[in-house]
């Protein structure tokens, strides 16, 4: 895949946004079955840059700068 796309998996995850050479990549919104959702910058299929993770029992909302798929 390469460009804007949609992706959901069969556990319901979901990814929506922008790929390179079949990898996230770029700006795009990933979803787990949870309800979390991670929306922000992707490098090589992996959170990479600014980004806002959120989780809906908690209402826990970390903004920050991730780094190869781990907050920093």
């Known amino acids: 895949m390469h460009g804007h796309g949609v992706y959901i998996w069969n556990d319901n995850r979901k990814y929506e946004g922008e790929y390179l050479i079949d990898k996230k990549h770029a700006f795009g919104?990933?979803?787990w079955p949870d309800?979390?959702?991670y929306?922000?910058?992707w490098?090589?299929?992996k959170q990479h840059g600014l980004g806002i993770?959120?989780?809906p029992?908690?209402?826990e909302v970390?903004?920050?700068l991730w780094e190869n798929g781990k907050r920093i």
């Open 35 to 37: 309800g979390r959702v």
């Open 62 to 64: 970390r903004f920050g």
């Open 39 to 41: 929306e922000g910058y």
């Open 43 to 45: 490098l090589n299929g």
């Open 53 to 55: 993770y959120k989780t």
């Open 57 to 59: 029992d908690q209402g």
């Open 29 to 31: 919104i990933y979803y």
